[in-house]
C-alpha cells in the first residue's frame, strides 16, 4: 500500500510539473481535463493514504529516502498542480456572470479566455510559488505563515485591484490555491504519519 502510495504521489508530481507552465497556452477544455486528473490524483493520494493509516503493518514507516520522496513530491504536486485547478475555477466563474440566453451581467464585453486577457499579469508564476509556500509552512507546523503570504500579495497586488473583475479574479485565485495547497499538505502529512 505504501508504493501505492508514492506512485500517486510522484505521478501527481511529475504530470503537474509537466503541465504547470503549458496551461496559459492550452484550451479551456484541455485545462479542465488536465484539472480533473489532478483532482483524481489528489482524491486517489487521499485516499490511498487514508488506507495506509488503516493498517498498522503497513505503516512501518518511510525511511529517510522515502520520507523525503514523500515531501518533494507533495510539494511539486501542490506547487504546480493547482495551475489548472485554479484556471479552470476561474473559467467556470467567468461563466457564471452570465445569464442563460449569453449576455453578461455586467454588460461588458466578454474576454474570449480569461487567462490570456487578465488585467492580473504573472499569477502562474505567483500561484506556484504561494502553493509552494502554503504547503511549505503547513508542513513545517507554521501555519502563522499563511497570515504572513496572504498579507504579502495583497500589499503586492494593491495598486491593479481597482477593478472588480480583477479582485473577483484575485480572492478566487487565491482561494482556490491556498485549498489546493492545503489538501496536498494534509495528504503529505497523512502519508508521513
Not at 125 to 131: A, N, P, Q, S, T
Not at 149 to 177: H, M, N, P, Q, W
Request: with cysteine; aromatic share 6%; hydrophobic share 50%.
Amino acid at each position: 500500500m505504501s508504493i501505492l502510495c508514492l506512485t500517486l504521489v510522484c505521478l501527481a508530481a511529475v504530470l503537474a510539473a509537466l503541465t504547470c507552465f503549458r496551461v496559459p497556452s492550452q484550451s479551456v477544455v484541455r485545462r479542465r481535463a488536465w484539472a480533473l486528473v489532478q483532482l483524481v490524483l489528489l482524491g486517489s493520494a487521499a485516499l490511498s493514504g487514508y488506507l495506509l493509516l488503516q493498517l498498522p503493518d503497513e505503516s512501518a514507516g518511510w525511511g529517510p529516502a522515502g520520507a523525503a520522496a514523500v515531501t518533494v513530491a507533495g510539494c511539486l504536486a501542490a506547487a504546480c498542480g493547482g495551475a489548472p485547478v485554479t484556471t479552470s475555477i476561474l473559467e467556470i466563474s467567468r461563466r457564471a456572470g452570465r445569464r442563460p440566453s449569453g449576455e453578461q451581467v455586467t454588460g461588458a464585453p466578454e474576454p474570449s479566455d480569461p487567462e490570456r486577457e487578465s488585467t492580473l499579469h504573472g499569477g502562474l508564476w505567483i500561484g506556484v510559488l504561494e502553493r509552494l509556500a502554503i504547503v511549505v509552512c503547513l508542513l513545517l507546523g507554521w501555519p502563522t505563515g499563511l497570515t504572513v503570504l496572504a498579507a504579502i500579495k495583497a500589499l503586492g497586488r494593491f495598486s491593479e485591484l481597482k477593478d472588480a473583475d480583477a479582485v473577483e479574479r484575485f480572492i478566487l485565485g487565491t482561494l482556490a490555491s491556498t485549498l489546493w495547497a492545503a489538501a496536498w499538505a494534509g495528504v503529505t502529512l497523512m502519508l508521513l504519519a
